[in-house]
């Protein structure tokens, strides 16, 4: 049965500041594998965190190991770009996200 997890991901080693993540090196491959994973529907929802810079992402999963293996074929996780911090099971309380922020898709609502 899948299960709801937040997971948080950060900049690693091989990012490179001030670049923006499209100019960072292997951006197409990431936004490839990434894009896959959310057209699936294993990737429910991820949003940029300004500040940090890190990227919230929940999903659904059997389990903490498929996540944490899925995200290890990322080639920006492969590559240093990025790195999984946390991974944890939630129990969502509310689904009414919407959109927010710079670069926020409108709402279809």
């Known amino acids: ?13 091989s990012w490179e500041p001030g670049k923006p993540p499209q100019e960072q090196s292997g951006f197409d491959q990431h936004a490839k594998y990434m894009g896959s994973l959310e057209a699936e529907g294993f990737i429910v929802f991820a949003g940029l ?8 992402f929940i999903f659904e999963a059997e389990s903490e190991n ?21 991974v ?3 129990a969502i309380r509310t689904a009414a996200l919407q959109p927010t922020g710079p670069g926020a898709a409108p709402s279809s609502r």
């Open 1 to 13: 049965m899948k299960r709801t997890f937040a997971a948080l991901v950060e900049r690693s080693s």
């Open 88 to 90: 944890e099971e939630i």
């Open 66 to 86: 498929e996540i944490r293996q899925r995200l290890s074929q990322d080639p920006w996780q492969k590559d240093g770009h990025v790195r999984l911090v946390r």
């Open 49 to 56: 965190m300004p500040k940090s810079g890190d990227v919230l």
